[in-house]
């Protein structure tokens, strides 16, 4: 019976331990979460109407000529894969390489991975990577962006790749964040028309050879933060959980403590009393 209380009290003990910790981390994840999801949101609009902009010009008659539409002959695609360095995030990670290995099944691929966790994942299993990013921080910066997303346009304009993809998870709300796959290259003609015709000078090809590649680094800024900040979303909420779910963990070990010492206590008291009535006799 004393070995048993003694285990209850030190798994008792552990359980409080655990739940301290992923308490704190929950208040961490809260505090960075805030900031990063400013920033993300107030990106949002920018690269929204950047976008408008871009669709505007590969609507022009001559948009075609830039080299941004060029249809490589080759047969391998490029993909950057954005994860976190660690973990205890809910499913975030898993649900990012679970697209990203549904996206590339059956294709030649080349990878840029950001975070540790895409790296390891896709670097045990052979994948050939061209970069490979790990701690980026909790708040990048535009220029880490620009640095990532050279090699990818690089690769494009060197005719070494077909596609340039770009899998994320896009941060929504607190309890809503997707997984999203985008193709950036090649540029493709919108399939919806503007109200009207623009004329540009220079030529609508050359505004794009020169706006594009911005374009790009733009997108990927936005989507390193948008991916940060689902990350700390997730992990807020699975931090909350682990702590929900270790306070019923204690309440059920307090329970068997408390009866396993309340029969010890009355087998005690028996053995007192058997003991008593064996004297008097």
């Given at each position: 019976?004393?070995?048993?209380?003694?285990?209850?009290?030190?798994?008792?003990?552990?359980?409080?331990?655990?739940?301290?910790?992923?308490?704190?981390?929950?208040?961490?994840?809260?505090?960075?979460?805030?900031?990063?999801?400013?920033?993300?949101?107030?990106?949002?609009?920018?690269i929204n109407k950047f976008n408008e902009?871009?669709?505007?010009?590969?609507?022009?008659?001559?948009?075609?000529?830039?080299?941004?539409?060029?249809?490589?002959?080759?047969?391998?695609?490029?993909?950057?894969?954005?994860?976190?360095?660690?973990?205890?995030c809910g499913s975030y990670n898993a649900?990012?390489?679970?697209?990203?290995?549904?996206?590339?099944?059956?294709?030649?691929?080349?990878?840029?991975?950001?975070?540790?966790?895409?790296?390891?994942?896709?670097?045990?299993?052979?994948?050939?990577?061209?970069?490979?990013?790990?701690?980026?921080?909790?708040?990048?910066?535009?220029?880490?962006?620009?640095?990532?997303?050279?090699?990818?346009?690089?690769?494009?304009?060197?005719?070494?790749?077909?596609?340039?993809?770009?899998?994320?998870?896009?941060?929504?709300?607190?309890?809503?964040?997707?997984?999203?796959?985008?193709?950036?290259?090649?540029?493709?003609?919108?399939?919806?028309?503007?109200?009207?015709?623009?004329?540009?000078?220079?030529?609508?090809?050359?505004?794009?050879?020169?706006?594009?590649?911005?374009?790009?680094?733009?997108?990927?800024?936005?989507?390193?933060?948008?991916?940060?900040?689902?990350?700390?979303?997730?992990?807020?909420?699975?931090?909350?959980?682990?702590?929900?779910?270790?306070?019923?963990?204690?309440?059920?070990?307090?329970?068997?403590?408390?009866?396993?010492r309340q029969s010890t206590i009355t087998?005690?008291?028996?053995?007192?009393?058997?003991?008593?009535?064996?004297?008097?006799?």
């Open positions: 019976m004393a070995g048993g209380l003694i285990d209850l009290k030190r798994r008792i003990k552990s359980v409080q331990n655990t739940q301290k910790i992923t308490k704190a981390m929950g208040l961490v994840a809260t505090s960075k979460f805030k900031k990063v999801r400013v920033r993300a949101e107030k990106n949002e609009p920018y902009v871009i669709n505007t010009l590969a609507l022009s008659k001559d948009a075609e000529e830039s080299i941004y539409f060029n249809k490589n002959k080759v047969d391998t695609d490029l993909y950057i894969i954005i994860t976190s360095d660690s973990g205890l649900n990012v390489i679970k697209k990203a290995v549904e996206e590339m099944e059956n294709k030649k691929v080349r990878l840029i991975t950001v975070g540790e966790k895409a790296r390891s994942y896709f670097r045990r299993r052979g994948y050939d990577t061209i970069a490979e990013y790990v701690e980026v921080g909790d708040y990048p910066v535009y220029w880490d962006a620009v640095e990532i997303m050279k090699h990818a346009i690089d690769a494009y304009k060197n005719g070494e790749v077909k596609t340039v993809n770009l899998i994320y998870t896009k941060f929504y709300s607190p309890v809503k964040q997707e997984v999203e796959a985008l193709k950036l290259l090649p540029l493709e003609r919108p399939k919806e028309k503007v109200k009207r015709e623009f004329d540009f000078e220079p030529r609508a090809s050359r505004v794009l050879d020169y706006i594009f590649p911005k374009y790009l680094n733009n997108m990927l800024y936005f989507a390193i933060l948008s991916s940060i900040a689902s990350e700390y979303a997730m992990r807020m909420n699975a931090m909350d959980s682990a702590t929900k779910n270790a306070q019923e963990l204690l309440s059920k070990l307090q329970t068997m403590y408390n009866r396993l087998q005690e008291i028996t053995e007192i009393v058997s003991g008593a009535e064996a004297l008097k006799d």
